[in-house]
């Protein structure tokens, strides 16, 4: 029997991505267990979410701290009290400082509403829109010190529609990011995914740049 893998959820909001992956392990298929769940806001409602399926919380206020470098010290002792072997951002709405990321590199998993390396940063619903692209998506990706720039685990692409809007984009979006990050967090946990120099390898083999792609 595969030991469990400990993970350590960071949110700033909402939580589907963190809902999505309850849900995932609460089937039986992931050796991923959530240890904790961490937010920088008090009012996420994804605090509640973990509450609901019996997962510690821990509130850790941003605002409360002189600078990033301080925080980031903080969040780093409060995550490793929780002995995790996998760190997951679902919508931390936070830039991280160097140290942290090289802190837990090769265990820090991100979620992103583009098809990387497309649409760093915010509003890549609109951005993807007004550039007229007939593909969009969502990545998984190792994360590195670069904003959004870390080796590409997987991505979901989905068509975009002549009528579409930036919101039903984004909900179309949303639900393959439902999808593929408890994909890739059951890949971390089972010791199939491994970030190594050549970048993300599945299987002990080397995924290509834009990592495994899915297609609707």
């Known amino acids: 029997m595969m030991a469990d893998c400990n993970v350590v959820v960071l949110i700033s909001g909402s939580g589907s991505n963190l809902q999505a992956l309850i849900d995932s392990i609460a089937t039986g ?33 941003h605002k409360q701290f002189d600078g990033r470098e301080a925080f980031d010290a903080a969040l780093v ?83 975009v529609q002549a009528d579409d809007t930036p919101e039903s984009l984004a909900q179309r979006v949303h639900a393959e990011e439902h999808r593929i990050y408890p994909l890739a967090v059951s890949w971390f946990a089972s010791g199939r995914l491994r970030h190594a120099d050549a970048g ?7 995924l290509p740049a834009s990592g495994h792609i899915i297609r609707n």
């Open 200 to 206: 993300a390898l599945l299987d002990g083999q080397a």
């Open 77 to 159: 002792e409060a995550i490793d009290g929780f002995d995790p072997q996998l760190v997951v951002l679902a919508g931390f709405m936070r830039i991280l400082s160097g140290g942290f990321v090289r802190h837990y590199e090769g265990r820090l998993l991100n979620i992103h509403p583009s098809l990387l390396p497309k649409y760093k940063g915010l509003h890549t619903h609109q951005r993807a829109l007004e550039a007229g692209d007939r593909e969009h998506g969502c990545s998984v990706h190792f994360v590195t010190e670069e904003l959004d720039g870390g080796p590409l685990v997987v991505q979901a692409v989905v068509p």
């Open 29 to 61: 298929d992931s050796p991923a267990r959530i240890r904790a769940v961490i937010s920088n806001r008090a009012d996420a409602y994804g605090l509640e979410r973990a509450k609901l399926a019996g997962i510690d919380t821990l509130v850790l206020d």
